[in-house]
């Protein structure tokens, strides 16, 4: 092994996850690529988990931090008033919030995803009066007590070592299958006083399940769990944590749909650079918070904030959501086209916007076509309860060269894969 793999191996905690997948000493990223110490060059689909949408070490990004930090510039200020919070929050209010007729208050929990839906699940508790949370299934919303009570993943559930309460899990959209609308299940839970369920405080979910397998809710299923949100006065939450930011295509994923949830929450790529930052979007009327009744040393992190003004500039240009609209668009047919061309690995498109996918029903596939890529230098993961789904996370910025080579590794590592389970007989194509 690896000298400083082996130091790994011997010091770090066994719960370390990714570096099990991808057993490389890394030590330099720009963009879409990523090199190890011995100069071998990745492509990187992985993205951070959806934490790098802009790629690694965005130049402009750069700069500014880069200056910020020569300029002595406040690094950790708790939730005091600085220069660079105050130009984060006006221009995220200028350029993403006023063009959308969105009005929020703009709340710093501590800066990670999980940190964000705690502090949802908390403000709707508080404005209802009311405990119980319903979450759906195959939702992941973190791994802290609040948020892993509203996950729906039981190896990670498991992890708390206590019972997961107030918590109510409903089935997700196609969930039983394409013919049944699943909100039917829902409304007659809360219809009927028998049913066991309490009227909740809120309702979270993820417009597509990153972790739980790249499930899509369709636009109907959005629009009509709103409906139902508004017609029993319960709080509607939309976790953006690693959808949001661009991913799927427009800014804030429920956009198509045309909803308003009461509360957003926001991490992962709203930093821009990888640094750690998260938002949570309160419509006004609920924002009834006691000073300091949620925060965290945290939540002032000042370079993040100067990395996500900056990367709001991109947002400024309309064509640039029009080109991951067009990129997504090529994603999709290239998926289309390798479940066609093999019937074998018993494909099914998953996701959407450049959150996407292909689910397996062969078992193991999935996770063969991510191993095969990495040994062609390419990162990427699986998805979903069994890992059945491989998934493309490409920075939203990537050029159409990186897309293209991305894409034609994933060809050659789905071919890999065939051949390695000896689903395909015929030579694979270097």
């Known amino acids: 092994m690896n000298k400083k793999l082996q130091i790994i191996e011997d010091h770090e905690s066994s719960v370390r996850s990714y570096v099990r997948s991808f057993p490389a000493v890394f030590t330099k990223a720009r963009g879409y690529r990523i090199w190890d110490e011995d100069g071998n060059e990745y492509i990187d689909f992985f993205a951070g988990a959806g934490a790098l949408n802009y790629g690694h070490n965005e130049p402009a990004m750069k700069k500014k931090l880069v200056d910020y930090i020569l300029d002595d510039g406040i690094t950790h200020s708790l939730d005091k008033a600085t220069d660079a919070k105050v130009e984060f929050i006006d221009k995220f209010n200028e350029v993403i919030m006023k063009p959308r007729n969105m009005d929020y208050k703009i709340m710093f929990p501590g800066p990670t995803g999980t940190n964000t839906v705690e502090s949802a699940l908390k403000i709707a508790r508080k404005m209802t009066g009311r405990t119980d949370i319903v979450s759906f299934t195959n939702g992941f919303h973190g791994m802290t007590i609040g948020s892993l009570a509203v996950t729906g993943n039981s190896m990670k559930r498991k992890g708390a070592g206590i019972p997961l309460s107030h918590t109510v899990t409903m089935p997700y959209d196609n969930f039983v299958n394409d013919e049944k609308d699943t909100l039917d299940y829902f409304e007659r839970f809360l219809e009927d006083n028998g049913s066991g369920v309490a009227i909740p405080a809120a309702v979270i979910f993820e417009t597509v399940q990153g972790e739980g397998g790249i ?49 957003v929450c926001l991490s992962k790529s709203i930093g821009g650079y990888g640094l750690p930052l998260a938002i949570t979007l309160i419509k006004p009327e609920f924002d009834k918070w006691k000073p300091g009744e949620h925060n965290g040393t945290f939540r002032g992190n000042n370079m993040a904030f100067v990395t996500a003004t900056e990367s709001l500039t991109y947002w400024e240009d309309p064509e640039f959501e029009k080109s991951v609209q067009a990129k997504a668009a090529t994603v999709t047919d290239f998926l289309t086209n390798m479940i066609e061309k093999y019937p074998e690995m018993q494909g099914r498109l998953k996701g959407r916007g450049l959150m996407q996918g292909i689910a397996s029903d062969v078992e193991g596939f999935s996770e063969k076509v991510a191993e095969h890529a990495f040994e062609r230098y390419m990162i990427m993961e699986t998805a979903g309860g069994h890992d059945e789904v491989f998934k493309l996370f490409p920075p939203i910025n990537i050029d159409e060269e990186g897309l293209q080579a991305g894409l034609e590794i994933i060809e050659l590592s789905i071919q890999d894969a065939l051949k390695s389970m000896n689903l395909k007989k015929e030579a694979v194509t270097n």
């Open 215 to 263: 499930n899509a809710a369709s636009i109907e299923w959005m629009q009509r769990l709103e409906r139902i949100c508004r017609e029993w006065g319960i709080m509607l939450i939309v976790d953006d944590v690693q959808a949001g930011v661009g991913r799927t295509g427009t800014f804030f994923s429920f956009e198509p749909a045309g909803i308003k949830p009461d509360v």
